[in-house]
């Protein structure tokens, strides 16, 4: 007789648990992809870090941490559309090898600059707006990969662990960095990030991977890129879950842009302090992407979202009123764990309703609201906080992202039917994913 793990992997033995939380790493291509993102998230951590701190040491102003926040995040507004049609239309493995590979020649130029000591802000301004234009290409195509390596009943764990590798990267890197920028400056972080690349891009070349097949073309490239935007607009429950997280990034992750200046003046932690506060964030997000990867359907991901997008908001406001340096790093494990819940469940419930044909696209507009709201959020913050002060400014964004969840909650009696039905659609079978009564959703 075999023992069976329940759906949310509760009540069985820890060693079934781990295995079930774990399960999609048994595929041999996800678990490359996965060690080797790793690696390389852990040196672009790093480098985010090291890049707010030489921002803020060049100028001391939470202007130009906005601005460069802005350049690094408004091309992938701008031109991520694009960058989904090319997902659709390409191999989807061969364009993420190829913006990896640009990824690390932007870290290293980064690099050479800072450790020769010819740096000035317009570089980083300019080499951040070349790595937002490589993530408009490398985001939609890295999101709709996953699903070409694992099957459907193991997207929603490949997708929690995607997450736990991302912020577990979140807390070494920062970490990490703070020790490197107080002791050897930001110069060796940058390098250390493109040396890191080299993982990533040696995970992806070991695959023995399968292109998925590549429908025909039947319309021009204008038509085929507005595709994935009328298919968001006239299906209620991905509009709704998108505009949530979309305001999400423009008025709550700001916060991370006004990190310096909590460190610094408010807390007065310094550049090890940085690397704290932001290592919390990550333990926090760490833990929620964990919790997800306990879950094996798409029961209840909308009031998860909801709920855990007002505890966004709450958890906000607390950090802003918190003058203490211990406690404000404490207060940013629920900001971390809120927040990486919101957009993890928000990401599953995305791809469990998209026809495979349309992923791409309809990725790019989650990168659009997720990453390329920011840029306007980083704008916002660093204005606001130059004139009302950093606290004041992650307390306002905290109040508007309860108000959204609100509103998203009072929907979601009548989103609930075409939540099931797209899901259905997608997979027919509905073994993975248990049929819930309608206020569950």
Not at 12 to 26: D, I, Q, T, V
């Amino acid at each position: 007789m075999t023992n069976a793990v329940p759906a949310n992997g509760a009540g069985s033995p820890p060693g079934s648990r781990l295995a079930f939380a774990l399960r999609a790493l048994k595929v041999r291509n996800y678990r490359l992809f996965f060690s080797g993102q790793m690696v390389s998230l852990i040196g672009t951590w790093m480098q985010t870090v090291a890049q707010s701190w030489l921002v803020y040491r060049l100028t001391g102003s939470a202007l130009l941490l906005g601005t460069v926040g802005f350049c690094t995040q408004f091309p992938v507004f701008l031109i991520a559309a694009v960058g989904g049609a090319v997902a659709d239309r390409h191999n989807r493995h061969r364009i993420v090898v190829a913006t990896q590979t640009a990824s690390m020649l932007q870290a290293a130029v980064l690099a050479a600059l800072t450790l020769t000591g010819r740096i000035q802000v317009w570089h980083v301004f300019c080499l951040a707006a070349s790595l937002g234009l490589i993530n408009a290409f490398d985001i939609p195509a890295r999101q709709s990969l996953i699903a070409d390596l694992v099957e459907k009943k193991d997207l929603i764990n490949a997708i929690a662990l995607n997450s736990s590798m991302f912020n577990s990267a979140r807390i070494i890197g920062p970490a990490v960095a703070g020790v490197l920028v107080g002791t050897l400056g930001e110069g060796w972080c940058f390098f250390a990030n493109a040396v890191s690349f080299l993982a990533v891009i040696a995970g992806l070349l070991m695959m023995d991977f399968t292109p998925r097949p590549i429908p025909a073309r039947t319309s021009g490239t204008l038509e085929h890129m507005l595709e994935g935007f009328r298919f968001v607009r006239r299906t209620a429950p991905v509009l709704a879950v998108l505009l949530l997280l979309g305001m999400a990034s423009l008025v709550g992750m700001p916060y991370m842009v006004l990190m310096p200046i909590f460190a610094d003046r408010i807390l007065h932690g310094g550049a090890r302090g940085l690397g704290l506060l932001m290592s919390s964030t990550g333990v926090g997000a760490l833990l929620g992407a964990l919790s997800l990867a306990l879950r094996s359907g798409t029961r209840g991901l909308m009031r998860v979202v909801a709920a855990h997008s007002a505890a966004f908001g709450v958890s906000l406001i607390l950090f802003s009123a918190s003058r203490h340096f211990w406690l404000s790093a404490a207060l940013l494990l629920p900001v971390g764990f809120t927040l990486m819940v919101q957009m993890a469940a928000s990401n599953t419930l995305i791809q469990s309703m998209v026809p495979d044909h349309l992923r791409g696209r309809v990725m790019a507009v989650y990168s659009m609201m997720f990453m390329g709201m920011a840029p306007f959020g980083s704008l916002y913050a660093g204005a606001f906080a130059h004139w009302a002060g950093a606290p004041s400014t992650v307390a306002l964004g905290g109040v508007v992202c309860i108000a959204g969840a609100s509103m998203f909650a009072a929907r979601l009696t009548t989103l609930h039917p075409e939540v099931r039905r797209l899901i259905d659609i997608q997979d027919p079978g509905g073994a993975s994913l248990p049929a819930p009564a309608p206020p569950s959703v």
